[in-house]
């Protein structure tokens, strides 16, 4: 009987993640001179497959933290079934996401992607790549905290409803950014999350949030205990996730909003692996309705 569960391709691991610094390291900018000096760069005019491609080869020498190949595949899937006219990512890295999704949701007939990037450097390595990739049609790059950009995109008009949003950023803001989503009314029924790293390093509060029934939500918010509301990020989170991002003094708060407990989610997780062959996997949430409508 051949095996249900997903395997890994060996041959095609990233190099191993390094223990302290892997990333802001200068790699993102060599991953740039790579790709333009690869010998076909002009065949890769225009191709997000092959720039894809000179990523990860770039990838199996020195680390990116990218989703990778094998997650990507759950979400691009998932994109061909959704079709969403406005897809959001937050955390856009080096555009890796940003590349296979983009190019997913443009082919799937949809008007956007907005890649939520705060690091500036990271934003100018996606904006190379993403016209590289000849995506700037349809791909938008937003540098800036997610949580600065939501409420832009928001009081701008340019985002009503996001009908899907990968969530890929500092681990401790995924639930506190849903949360501002649902208040801004910009995910609501209709509305497909697809959340990376939830086994690895693993995101137990949002799980929780995303997994609880609409009566559990309502009494966690009256207790103020929803753990998600400004105050410290859960203790469940390790000390080097909540850091991460602190080396260039980025500010970690966390939004405040109290979200909308009323909406109901159905949410499965779906085993992977991390590039590098490490396992993980994607929680896809789906808002299927508002309790009491
Ligand atoms: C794991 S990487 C994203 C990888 C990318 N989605 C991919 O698969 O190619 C996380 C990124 O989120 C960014 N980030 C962290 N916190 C953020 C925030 N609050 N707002 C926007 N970006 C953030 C980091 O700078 C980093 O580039």
Same mark, same amino acid.
């Given at each position: 009987? $051949?095996?249900?569960?997903?395997?890994? /391709?060996?041959? &095609?691991?990233?190099?191993? &993640?390094?223990? /302290?610094?892997?990333?802001?390291?200068?790699?993102?900018?060599?991953?740039?001179h790579?790709?333009?000096?690869? #010998?076909?760069?002009? =065949?890769?005019?225009?191709?997000?497959?092959?720039?894809? &491609?000179?990523?990860?080869?770039?990838?199996?020498?020195?680390?990116?933290?990218?989703?990778? =190949?094998?997650?990507?595949k759950?979400?691009?899937?998932?994109?061909?079934?959704?079709? $969403?006219?406005?897809?959001?990512?937050?955390?856009?890295?080096?555009?890796?996401?940003?590349?296979?999704?983009?190019?997913?949701?443009?082919?799937?007939?949809?008007? *956007?992607?907005y890649?939520?990037? *705060?690091?500036p450097?990271?934003g @100018?390595? !996606?904006?190379?790549?993403?016209?590289?990739?000849?995506? +700037?049609?349809?791909?938008?790059?937003?540098?800036?905290? +997610? =949580?600065?950009?939501?409420?832009?995109?928001?009081?701008?008009?340019?985002?009503?409803? !996001?009908?899907?949003?990968?969530?890929?950023?500092?681990? #401790?803001?995924?639930?506190?950014?849903?949360?501002l989503?649902?208040?801004?009314?910009?995910?609501? %029924?209709g +509305?497909?999350?697809?959340?990376?790293?939830?086994?690895? #390093?693993?995101?137990?509060?949002?799980?929780?949030?995303?997994?609880?029934?609409?009566? =559990?939500?309502?009494?966690?918010?009256?207790?103020?205990?929803?753990? @998600?509301?400004?105050?410290? $990020?859960?203790?469940?989170?390790? /000390?080097?996730?909540?850091?991460?991002?602190? *080396?260039?003094?980025?500010s970690?708060?966390?939004?405040?909003?109290?979200?909308? %407990?009323?909406?109901?989610?159905?949410?499965?997780?779906?085993?992977?692996?991390? $590039?590098?062959?490490? #396992?993980?996997?994607?929680? !896809?949430?789906?808002?299927?309705?508002?309790?009491?409508k």
């Amino acid at each position: 009987m $051949p095996s249900a569960e997903p395997q890994f /391709d060996h041959s &095609k691991a990233y190099a191993a &993640k390094e223990e /302290d610094v892997f990333f802001d390291d200068g790699r993102e900018t060599d991953l740039l001179h790579f790709v333009y000096s690869r #010998p076909n760069i002009e =065949e890769i005019r225009g191709n997000p497959e092959l720039v894809l &491609k000179a990523i990860d080869d770039f990838g199996r020498t020195k680390y990116l933290m990218n989703v990778g =190949e094998d997650k990507g595949k759950i979400v691009t899937e998932l994109i061909k079934e959704v079709k $969403p006219q406005t897809m959001v990512e937050l955390g856009g890295y080096i555009g890796y996401s940003c590349l296979l999704f983009g190019a997913a949701v443009k082919q799937a007939g949809g008007q *956007r992607y907005y890649s939520l990037e *705060r690091n500036p450097v990271f934003g @100018a390595v !996606i904006l190379s790549l993403v016209d590289l990739a000849g995506l +700037s049609d349809v791909v938008k790059v937003e540098i800036g905290s +997610s =949580e600065t950009s939501l409420k832009r995109l928001h009081d701008s008009g340019k985002v009503k409803k !996001i009908d899907l949003m990968f969530l890929d950023h500092y681990k #401790p803001a995924y639930t506190t950014d849903l949360k501002l989503c649902e208040e801004l009314g910009l995910v609501g %029924p209709g +509305s497909v999350l697809a959340a990376d790293n939830v086994i690895q #390093p693993g995101n137990p509060p949002y799980l929780e949030y995303v997994r609880a029934s609409v009566s =559990e939500k309502r009494q966690k918010a009256e207790r103020g205990a929803d753990g @998600a509301n400004g105050a410290a $990020p859960d203790a469940r989170f390790q /000390d080097k996730q909540v850091k991460q991002y602190a *080396r260039r003094g980025e500010s970690e708060a966390l939004g405040a909003s109290k979200g909308r %407990p009323d909406l109901v989610y159905e949410s499965r997780l779906v085993n992977s692996f991390e $590039p590098t062959g490490e #396992p993980d996997g994607i929680e !896809i949430t789906r808002c299927v309705g508002v309790e009491g409508k």
